[in-house]
Structure formats: C-alpha cells, structure tokens
C-alpha cells in the first residue's frame, strides 16, 4: 500500500526558512492533486495550501506570500517552501493527495 512520507521540518527560529518535502513511498503513484495541512498542539487540523488537479495552487490566508507550494514532476515530490517563519506556524505539517495521508512533519519555531 502506497503511503506519503514527508520530511524536512525542525525547530527554526522566526523569521527563518524551511522546506517541507512530501513524496509517495511507491513511484506508481502520481501526485497531481494534494494538499498540505497542519495542526498545532491542542487545535483543529487545518489546511495550509492545494495543488489543485488543473495546476492551481490555493493559500490559506495566513500564510500568503510567505509559503510556497511546487511540484517536481521528474521526482513526483511535492514541497512547500516556507519563509518567515512565525511561531505560530508551529504545527505538525501533513500531505495528502487522493485519500492518503503522510505521518507528518514537526515544525517548530522558536527562539
């Protein structure tokens, strides 16, 4: 069974960068639709951006301008650049694409 793993998440401190990288355990299967959400300790999951199936990329409005979503075809990962990171972008960040959810990543930001 195909799962997404996701990596590249750390403790940052504001201000800072990180890149979220999130790809299928099996090449057979294809990111074209996604999704990044996160959820911080003690609050809802929450979605952070979509890579929609027609190529568009929607932001949640707390993080416009800040994060960036990209797919890499050749290497069918998805990533989500974020800078100018803020505390409250502390979260476990997950990916999910056609009903397949990632373990997670931790991101923590902190001075």
């Known amino acids: 069974q195909v799962q997404l793993v996701e990596s590249g998440g750390g403790l940052v401190q504001p201000g800072g960068s990180l890149r979220l990288s999130c790809a299928p355990s099996?090449?057979?299967?294809?990111?074209?639709?996604m999704a990044w959400h996160r959820q911080a300790p003690g609050k809802e999951r929450k979605i952070v951006a979509m890579?929609?199936?027609?190529?568009?990329?929607i932001y949640t409005d707390s993080v416009k301008g800040r994060f960036i979503l990209s797919r890499d075809n050749a290497n069918n990962t998805v990533y989500l650049q974020m800078n100018n990171l803020k505390p409250e972008d502390t979260a476990r960040y997950y990916c999910?694409?056609?009903?397949?959810w990632g373990q997670g990543t931790e991101v923590t930001v902190s001075s």
């Open positions: 999910t694409s056609k009903g397949i």
């Open positions: 890579l929609t199936s027609a190529g568009s990329i």
């Open positions: 099996k090449n057979t299967f294809t990111i074209d639709s």
